[in-house]
């Protein structure tokens, strides 16, 4: 079981990465909707994983994925988003997130990417 933090600008998609991750077993200790609030609540609640998505307002995905890759160089970070480019892909991976799931996702997809993300 992870805890973990879930980060969308978009209430009903925190609530659904949310259902998702309690049906795998996981605990969702804290939720963001910017990337700014993503950096403090990761400095805050250390989660074992944390799922960004990369449009948002304030800060976005792939800025806050690299101020969290300094906080902590081994975090875990998965990529959320309707953005399914290459370009933004690539970018989030070289940055350091371990995986990256394409909206709208199937429940599956965000419970395999948790466990990949988990047994790096």
Do not use: W, Y
Request: overall charge negative.
């Amino acid at each position: 079981m992870a805890r973990v933090l879930v980060v969308d600008d978009a209430l009903f998609m925190r609530k659904m990465v949310s259902d998702t991750l309690a049906k795998g077993g996981h605990e969702v200790i804290g939720e963001a909707a910017n990337g700014a609030e993503a950096v403090e609540q990761f400095k805050t609640l250390n989660p074992d994983l944390c799922t960004l998505d990369i449009t948002m307002p304030e800060k976005d995905g792939l800025e806050a994925l690299r101020d969290i890759m300094v906080i902590d160089p081994a975090a875990r970070v998965i990529m959320c988003s309707a953005l399914g480019q290459d370009a933004k892909v690539i970018e989030s991976i070289k940055a350091g997130a371990r995986d990256f799931v394409v909206k709208p996702f199937k429940a599956e997809r965000v419970l395999e990417a948790v466990e990949k993300a988990l047994a790096a």
